[in-house]
């Protein structure tokens, strides 16, 4: 089975930061798509940073300058790094990883909150 285990989140002042790490049970050689998901109540999961295999980072708008995606291949962790974060930020954030073994696999985190104070 693959899993992932997200950590980092919490409560923040605004213009804070917050770093989520995701844990992947398998090496992230295997993956061929990762990224960072939120949902906030009444409102659609969204696309909040991802690295595709060989393809460009991709951020959503209303994140670019603040958030960064990285991962750290020895340690099979990919993070969110999250810098001057707003109260609009808040949500339930998901690690989401694709890829391959044993068979082809996609997997979400637990989710992990992450709350903005004003």
């Known amino acids: 089975q693959v899993q992932l285990v997200e950590s980092g989140g919490g409560l923040v002042q605004a213009g804070g930061s917050l770093r989520l790490s995701c844990v992947v049970s398998?090496?992230?050689?295997?993956?061929?798509?990762m990224g960072w998901y939120r949902q906030a109540p009444g409102k659609q999961r969204e696309l909040v940073a991802a690295i595709p295999d060989g393809g460009r980072i991709e951020l959503a708008d209303s994140v670019k300058g603040r958030f960064t995606i990285s991962r750290d291949n020895a340690k099979n962790t990919v993070y969110l790094q999250m810098n001057s974060l707003k109260p609009e930020d808040t949500s339930v954030y998901y690690c989401?990883?694709?890829?391959?073994?044993?068979?082809?696999?996609?997997?979400w985190g637990q989710g992990t909150q992450v709350t903005v104070s004003s």
């Open positions: 398998v090496s992230i050689f295997n993956i061929n798509y």
């Open positions: 989401y990883v694709r890829g391959y073994y044993r068979g082809n696999f996609d997997v």
